[in-house]
């Protein structure tokens, strides 16, 4: 899942998946020169992803697997470059007035949508106020509901004005654009553009084939100029192991491995030869949510007690083969807004037992499981189909928390129902998810107690008044001291109150054919570049 429109990540066993292509599944390795080549177009990149898409429209959608695909048929206004700074996409250049208040977005001219039609002003505006509709089920609204005034002097200009200091006003403009000339006056809820999408981006939409592949191809008249890559194609493998297999057999060519297959299966010379892997750190954080409206759960004891049971080194070390870092909160170490000072709930069953027998759990059957009222403490641990690494956490806590006296089962579900079934409509007790979290620190839409609507990213219904008051300053300032005062005490409180069990922060590991040139690390990632990634003709293995 992801926290915002910013945000940019799995079966078949044989080749038919690749409408037009050549079948190469018994093709050598080509070997791979150090020579400097120049770059050229053709050939098609295969990805491959554990979650398929929900919906191809970006504001309808709340995980990292449609914004994933979204991401490459829609521009925002604004991006970040490789290192981080916002730059113009969609708007060539933006000025900020001196008083933080008023933004005005010089459009590009010339671009097109892939229909045909000119991208302008009227495209801003329509995505604006179809975002603030009450009628749109969006979990992006709150951040365009600040903006006092939004003008479009004319089809290349934007002016947006604010009625009070919004520190993340820049950065929200990063959110995809909507054509207007194909949902203005319609519901949106209904479009076809959610699975035959329509955007500005450097990939045009061509075929989705439900539980098996997205295609893409390249859109000729991008603004930035056409991908050198034809063709980018999701497959849909939700299964870690045999993604990997597929790799390996040149059915995929970028992924995200496990750390067990970095680690221990990506390391003789006949892979490395054929493979590029990256490691670094991630914008991510694993975490145990509770359902606060489950009676179990509203006693903060109950919630502190199963996080000192719980030995996060134990998982970095199990899980992660030390490829990550603990996680005391909802910010990323190594970011501005992150309090080192915040006192982590230490691993101590004994301390655990403790905080179960002040909550009235005290009693054991003969089974050894708490007991309380005649009723067992049992319960249910849901998380995604095909994520081997969650999996094996929610294995681990189980016993840790078996030991203490709790009965955990484990329940994995398709990724699709478990957002719609489960996530979306609070039908669950304890979830194990990762948040993908963006640049800026606001974390508005998470933890704000007015953000627990069906469909909204604060499903698990925390509310607390202090934290509400936070959130608000600290997106109402361009301080920096003290938005980070504001961001720093709200850790303190969800240090305390643990409507989360922060896991841990796992190392970033992309593996990339080795037959892909210009793929370039950089503090945003792999993919910053990716129009520019090419194939040289004597490696391409997919022809029209």
Known sequence: MSTSPLVRCLLVLFLGVLIGCTDHEHAPAVPVSSAPVAPVTGDT???GTIGEASTLIPLLASDSSSHA???????????????????????ESFQVSADGLTITFHLRTGVKWHDGAPFSSHDVLYTYRVTIDPKTPTAYAEDFKQVKQIT?????????????????????WGMQILPAHLLEGKDITTSTLARKPVGTGPYRFKEWVAGQKIV???????FEGRP??????????PDSSTMYMELKAAAIDLMGLTPVQYARQTTTASFTNRFNKFRYPSSTYLYMG??????????????QAMTAAINKDELIQGVLFGMGQKSHGPIVPGRWAYNPAVRDIAYDPGHARELLAQAGWHEKNSEGILVKGGKPFSITILTNQGNQQRLMTAQIIQQRLRFVGIDVKIRIVEWAAFLKEFVNKGNFE????????????????????????????NFIGYANPEVDRLLVAGRSTFDPEQRMRAYFRIQEILADEQPYTFLYVPDALPVVSSRIRGVEAAPAGLGHNQIRWFVPKNEQLYVP
């Open 45 to 47: 990149l295969v990805e």
């Open 69 to 91: 695909v979204a991401g490459q048929i829609y521009n925002g206004l604004v991006k970040y470059d490789k290192n981080l700074n916002l730059v113009g996409d969609l708007a």
């Open 152 to 172: 479009a002097p004319d089809s290349s200009t934007v002016q947006v004005t604010y009625g009070a200091p919004f520190a993340p006003a820049l950065a929200s």
């Open 216 to 222: 893409l191809v390249a859109n000729q008249d991008y």
């Open 228 to 237: 050198f890559i034809d063709r980018y194609l999701y497959r849909i493998i």
């Open 290 to 303: 509770y359902n606060l409206r489950h009676p179990l759960f509203g006693d903060k004891r109950i919630r």
């Open 430 to 457: 304890v979830v194990l998810l990762a948040w993908q979290i963006s640049q800026d620190p606001d974390m508005y839409d998470i933890w704000h107690s007015s953000k627990t609507k069906p469909g909204e990213l």
